[in-house]
Nanobody, 126 residues
């Protein structure tokens, strides 16, 4: 069983920054690929960013490339999503997810992730 707890969401003005954190339980965190997804009201859940178990491979949605950076600390069992130059269209609930099946690249589809956090709200005002 893996538990994921997100934090760091909030209200920010357009152009501002936030850093989301996702703390994971379990001794094998370093083996998991991790991902962030988001879901806005009335929209489907969409991939935001993913990172491989080693941190050596990352992938980003086109809409956030150059603005968001995903990193991980396998000692602290935590992943971080640094979000800069935020836009109103980034407003959504952000979810952290873990893929416990070893792979060199983080999955892009939500169906490949095994565990999910409860989500944290990010609201960007114009």
């Amino acid at each position: 069983q893996v538990q994921l707890v997100e934090s760091g969401g909030g209200l920010v003005q357009a152009g501002g920054s936030l850093r989301l954190s996702c703390a994971a339980s379990g001794r094998t965190f370093s083996r998991y690929a991790m991902g962030w997804f988001r879901q806005a009201p009335g929209k489907e859940r969409e991939f935001v960013a993913g990172i491989s178990w080693s941190g050596g491979n990352t992938d980003y949605a086109d809409s956030v490339k150059g603005r968001f950076t995903l990193s991980r600390d396998n000692i602290k069992n935590t992943v971080y999503l640094q979000m800069n130059s935020l836009k109103p269209e980034d407003t959504a609930v952000y979810y952290c997810a873990a893929d416990i099946h070893p792979s060199a690249f983080p999955p892009l589809s939500h169906v490949e992730y095994d565990y999910w956090g409860q989500g944290t709200q990010v609201t960007v005002s114009s």
